[in-house]
């Protein structure tokens, strides 16, 4: 065990883990901060993406030693009241069926966003390729994106 500081959502923490310990486990079951999903642990479905840095990534396989002064930000603090154009149109296309993958879709579709406000559709495609929805939600998932796209563009 060691002492790691992780900012997440503005906020430092100290949690005292492995350092090998992924960081989907550190906001789970240290902060308590239950929004990001575990959902196959190997990088590959997307239901535990978060933003470090602003960048989408799979918190599943970045061990808490890696952060360092990485500032992470979770579904939770993506906005403060739920009203980040991604959230809006997600409501406004109600998108989740099970909802169990849609807090990484979010945030992969949010951070896609912030680099390509006017994205086609194959670069939406291309940009959600690795969020896996067992429900088949897609086709709601890109309507959302295109109108999230419009209120950022
Ligand atoms: S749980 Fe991290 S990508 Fe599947
Ligand atoms: S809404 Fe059920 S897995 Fe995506």
């Known amino acids: 065990m060691a002492a790691f500081s992780i ?6 923490h100290q949690v005292d883990v492995d350092s090998d310990t992924p960081v989907l486990w550190v906001l789970r079951d240290h902060l308590k901060l239950v929004g990001t999903k575990f959902g196959c642990g190997i990088a590959s479905c ?3 993406t978060i ?7 799979r ?8 952060v360092k002064d990485m500032e992470l930000t979770t579904i ?3 906005s403060k009241d739920g009203d980040h154009p991604v959230q809006e149109a997600w409501l406004e296309h109600d998108v989740p069926q099970c909802g169990y ?11 896609f966003l912030e680099k390509n406000s006017n994205p086609s559709d194959e670069e939406i495609s291309q940009a959600m390729n690795g969020n896996i929805c067992r429900c088949g ?6 309507q959302a994106i295109k109108t999230a796209a419009s209120k950022m563009s």
């Open 51 to 57: 933003h470090a840095d602003g960048n989408a990534i």
């Open 101 to 111: 993958c849609q807090a990484g879709q979010i945030m992969n579709a949010a951070a």
């Open 7 to 12: 900012k997440v959502n503005g906020k430092t």
């Open 76 to 78: 939770e603090g993506l």
């Open 137 to 142: 939600t897609y086709i709601r998932i890109n």
């Open 46 to 48: 997307g239901a535990c």
């Open 59 to 66: 918190s599943c396989s970045l061990p808490v030693s890696a």
